[in-house]
């Protein structure tokens, strides 16, 4: 049997297999992985460094907890879910995905432009 490259794979996107986002082999997971790692490890450092300063350490706990708070984030963030909502805004609300469309291409024309 004669295996394909990546550029002999012509399988329209739709009619692929999801991948599998807890599967834990994909690249994506290895980021998301690693990126909720290092959260997690600067929130503990930061609550660590600020020990018991009583001036500092309502704000440090706050940060740290906001940190532990984006490395669930991370770790739960499932692109399938944010293009399935994306789409069924477009398909709920088709005029105001057309103004958004619109003023996200006009915002990042005058930010190219200028350079």
């Known amino acids: 049997m ?7 794979d012509i399988t329209p996107i739709q009619d692929r ?3 599998e986002a807890g599967s834990g082999g994909s690249k994506l997971d ?3 992985s690693t990126v909720a790692d290092k959260l997690v490890e600067a929130a503990d450092t930061l609550r660590q460094k600020t020990g018991q300063n009583d001036a500092v350490a309502p704000y ?3 940060a740290s907890d906001w940190l532990h708070h984006a490395a669930d984030y991370v ?3 499932d692109p399938a ?20 469309a619109a003023a996200v291409g006009l915002a990042l024309g005058i930010l190219l432009r200028r350079r």
């Open 2 to 8: 004669q295996e394909m490259t990546p550029s002999q």
């Open 17 to 19: 297999p999801p991948i």
């Open 30 to 32: 290895q980021v998301k």
């Open 60 to 62: 440090a706990n706050q």
């Open 75 to 77: 770790r739960d963030f």
């Open 81 to 100: 879910e944010v293009k399935a909502g994306i789409q069924r805004q477009v398909h709920e609300n088709p005029g105001r995905s057309l103004i958004a």
